[in-house]
């Protein structure tokens, strides 16, 4: 499937070196910030569109929350076509709806290609390097913050392959089932990242609760109360790094 864009204009261009002059960058240190090349970002700055899954790479090169839109000029894109997408899931449009089967599809692109370009920067390090050792990190600050020294080449592997599993079995309309933490967590992160997408498209009409979804396939909220809320957790609870990969929800004993 064709990438969509998010339609830029010599406004928002402007906005965005304005924005990285500010913070003393140059054209090739914001581009290594976002995760594209220095020909890429110069053509932010003059005016050309940026692509729905580097949007995000631009807003952290930035230190923006989202890119400075006006509301004529927000994410659109043809639901319908995202019906054919490799991650597009039955299950889930028929169980929770289109918005589900949308945010998965979206979200999973982009965390993918965050888990990708970390991978790829762990691989140039030496064995052990964490992500908070890079110089820029797409995960750096979507984890949990308590097992960041956790999150080497080791573990992002993980991530990527339970994620390419999730999205496999979307394709075939199986069921989605949250067996693990790792499950729980990429389904959150999933719906996070789709976040910007989903809410700032006006083909779409979601309600505050559009991310329910994700909570109703875990039947529960503990995945917040203790990876998000600054808990401090023991190396004997369910929710500690150490368990992350054990298969412990929904299983058969």
Not at 207 to 230: C, E, G, P, T
Request: proline share 2%; charged share 30%.
């Amino acid at each position: 499937m064709a990438q969509k864009s998010i339609s830029s204009n010599l406004e928002l261009a402007e906005k965005i070196k304005m924005r990285r002059n500010e913070l003393n960058l140059t054209i090739e240190e914001a581009a290594k910030r976002a995760g594209v090349g220095t020909k890429t970002w110069s053509r932010y700055e003059a005016g050309e569109s940026i692509r729905q899954d580097k949007y995000k790479g631009v807003c952290k090169a930035l230190n923006w929350m989202q890119l400075p839109i006006e509301d004529d000029e927000d994410v659109k894109f043809d639901l319908e076509e995202y019906r054919n997408h490799e991650a597009w899931s039955k299950y889930l449009e028929e169980t929770f709806g289109e918005v589900a089967a949308l945010s998965f599809a979206i979200g999973s692109d982009i965390l993918l290609d965050y888990i990708k370009d970390d991978l790829n920067e762990l691989s140039r390090q030496p064995k052990g390097t964490h992500i908070g050792q890079l110089g820029t990190s797409f995960l750096e600050g979507i984890l949990p913050d308590q097992f960041l020294m956790y999150y080497d080449y080791e573990f992002l592997y993980a991530m990527k392959s339970e994620l390419t599993h999730l999205r496999k079995i979307a394709k075939f309309g199986s069921e989605i089932i949250a067996h693990s933490v790792l499950d729980e967590l990429l389904l959150v992160l999933v719906a996070d990242e789709s976040e910007f997408l989903i809410e700032n498209n006006p083909n779409l009409e979601v309600d505050a609760r559009w991310k329910d979804w994700v909570y109703d396939i875990f039947d529960d909220a503990d995945i917040d109360m203790f990876l998000f809320s600054n808990s401090y957790l023991s190396e004997d609870d369910e929710y500690h790094f150490s368990h992350w990969l054990e298969h412990q929800f929904y299983c058969d004993r």
